[in-house]
């Protein structure tokens, strides 16, 4: 069994594999340690973090092989996507990949890291990202961002209607979460101070809490020290 090392910053993408890996500690046999990155200290840009991931950013997950090798996937995305084909005890995906279950699973992951996230780091990361000193300049990019985010939450939202996940994986007869609803909710975290805030979308709010409402989250909140641990109450 690999062991894995995420680095991570609380609060932030990391917290998708870190969600993963609490999960799959409590319920199988599952080992992993962290290693936090100090944004205040700008320490994803230090040239020791470079050789880790290249791209100056969270997450990072080494994953220390049986062997004595290791190596290290980065994206937030993919380091979800790996987890739960690495671990298919845990049922956090649709077991056959030629499934049409399957390709739905790898659609709503690539909408949420290919249109929801980068949608979220444009409002986050407007004034850095677009290096602009122009407040009205930042604000148009916070708005575009924002009305992607509403589209999004919209779509999803309907994709729930009849239905608890985001994607339909059925374990002997029950309904069982994936990788994307552990996505899904950490992003729809950071929307909590938007007027776009995902909880006021019913569906969404429902599968919130009921994501949030497992074990795994409890520990995951302590062990990130969120400075908002009653979200999403
Ligand atoms: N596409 C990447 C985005 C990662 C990303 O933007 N991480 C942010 C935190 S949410 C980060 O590390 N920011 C620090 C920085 O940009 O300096 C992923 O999904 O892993």
Redesign the pocket.
């Known amino acids: 069994m690999p062991h894995y090392t995420l680095f991570y910053?609380h609060g932030?993408?990391?917290m998708i594999p870190h969600w993963l890996l609490v999960e799959l500690s409590q319920r199988h046999d599952v080992k992993f340690t962290t290693h936090h990155?100090d944004?205040s200290r700008?320490a994803?840009?230090t040239e020791e973090y470079l050789r880790i991931n290249p791209?100056?950013?969270?997450?990072a997950l080494v994953i220390q092989n049986d062997d004595g090798t290791s190596d290290t996937i980065?994206?937030?995305?993919a380091t979800a996507l790996l987890l739960a084909a690495r671990h298919p005890e845990a049922n956090l995906a649709p077991w056959d990949v030629g499934s049409l279950q399957y390709a739905k699973y790898v659609e709503v992951m690539v909408y949420l890291?290919n249109t929801v996230?980068?949608s979220m780091?444009d409002w986050?990361?407007a004034a850095?990202d677009s290096q602009s000193t122009n407040a009205a300049t930042v604000d148009t990019i916070k708005q575009m961002a924002q009305r992607r985010i509403r589209a999004a939450w919209d779509l999803l939202d309907k994709q729930l209607q009849d239905q608890p996940y985001l994607v339909e994986n059925v374990v002997e007869g029950k309904w069982q979460p994936t990788a994307a609803d552990y996505t899904f909710v950490i992003l729809a975290r950071w929307s909590r101070n938007f007027e776009e805030h995902a909880v006021k979308w019913k569906n969404l709010n429902a599968l919130i809490q009921r994501m949030t409402s497992r074990e795994s989250w409890i520990a995951l909140k302590e062990k990130q020290k969120l400075d908002d641990p009653n979200w999403p109450l």
């Open positions: 910053h932030s993408a990391s990155v944004f700008n994803q840009k791209k100056g950013v969270v997450p980065t994206e937030s995305a890291a996230l980068p780091r986050f990361y850095t």
